[in-house]
Nanobody
Framework: QVQVEESGGGSVQAGGSLKLSCAASGYTDSSYCMGWFRQAPGKEHQWVASIDSGGGRTYYVASVKGRFTISQDNAKNIRYLQMNSLKPEDTATYYC????????????????????????WGQGTQVTVSS
């Protein structure tokens, strides 16, 4: 049974930084895609970034490129989302999600940002950015 759990949310002022963590357990595959999504109040889930557990290739939505960095510690099986230069519009509940295939596979089929590609989800962690 795969389990995913996020941590690290909080409140910061605009321009500040936060680092989210995502611990995944129960995986038997050597390569799978881990992603971060977010959902602001009254809005749909938005894909933020993904990283492939095997090759480490990363993918980002355009609005966070240059500000957010997704990384991983394979020894600890933890993924991170370093968020810098935060803006009020980054305020949302952030979710970590895990898929059963590689990020390259999802990207090749245009699914890297699709919620349906990720089978396992955490409970979410709140990020609030004040102006």
């Amino acid at each position: 049974q795969v389990q995913v759990e996020e941590s690290g949310g909080g409140s910061v002022q605009a321009g500040g930084s936060l680092k989210l963590s995502c611990a995944a357990s129960g995986y038997t595959d050597s390569s799978y895609c881990m992603g971060w999504f977010r959902q602001a109040p009254g809005k749909e889930h938005q894909w933020v970034a993904s990283i492939d557990s095997g090759g480490g290739r990363t993918y980002y939505v355009a609005s966070v490129k240059g500000r957010f960095t997704i990384s991983q510690d394979n020894a600890k099986n933890i993924r991170y989302l370093q968020m810098n230069s935060l803006k009020p519009e980054d305020t949302a509940t952030y979710y970590c999600a895990a898929g059963s295939m590689s990020c390259d596979h999802y990207n090749n089929y245009g699914l890297i940002g699709s919620r349906a590609a990720y089978q396992y989800w955490g409970q979410g962690t709140q990020v609030t950015v004040s102006s």
